[in-house]
């Protein structure tokens, strides 16, 4: 079973980055810093997040970093969650050196469907409840369109997708296990896309 940690960790290393300086944007509990590290020894992993406990406390929107200061910036489930999702893609590429990782989850997923189909409601963090909560998804992004979106992206700043790739994620193993082999449409089992971008 892949995730988008594991993921990206396995695309840094394959990339040929080696003990890299990596930016977490949106680390939450560190969970691609502790995949990083334990894929390669040496990697320095900086987590920013608007809250808990990163190692910086910050905004996409404005990251508190140089031009090209990191090796690597991760933006993973984070930009469906800013209302300029270009611009929280143009911060990060800023900060960026070599590579910019992106995950977006694919909104077309059966369970996504199906628990929408039953309770009206995609997720959580999609209902516009009193429209006050502070962690919502402002984006639809189906896999179809985020790959679209990512093609596009790279052209207009000259960047590479050297990896894109899809992650079947924890909750979605079962149905991914029974149709990936039957070789269907990814926008049927991928719980998220994962796009490398190399300058």
């Known amino acids: 079973m892949l995730n988008r940690h594991r993921a990206a960790a396995a695309a840094i290393a394959a990339l040929g980055r080696t003990a890299p300086a990596v930016l977490d944007v949106g680390c939450r509990d560190g969970a691609l810093g502790r995949a990083l590290r334990a894929a390669q020894a040496g990697a320095r992993v900086v987590g920013l997040d608007r809250s808990g406990s990163p190692d910086v406390v910050g905004d996409v929107r404005r990251l508190p970093f140089a031009d090209r200061a990191f090796d690597v910036v991760a933006a993973l489930d984070v930009l469906e969650h ?24 694919n909104m077309a997923h059966p369970l996504f469907r199906a628990r929408f189909a039953c309770t009206g409601r995609l997720s959580g963090k999609y209902d516009l409840g009193d429209a006050r909560q502070p962690d919502r998804h402002r984006w639809l992004t189906p896999l179809a369109q985020a790959d679209r979106l990512m093609a596009m992206l790279a052209r207009e700043h000259q960047l590479g997708i050297a990896i894109s790739r899809v992650t079947e994620g924890r909750r979605a193993a079962l149905l991914a296990g029974l149709l990936r082999p039957l070789c269907a449409n990814a926008q049927l089992w991928a719980w998220t896309s994962l796009y490398a971008l190399r300058r």
């Not at 999702?85 to 800023?94: D, H």
């Open 82 to 105: 800013c209302d300029d999702l270009r611009g929280a893609f143009l911060e990060c590429l800023r900060v960026a050196d070599t590579l910019l990782l992106v995950s977006l989850p």
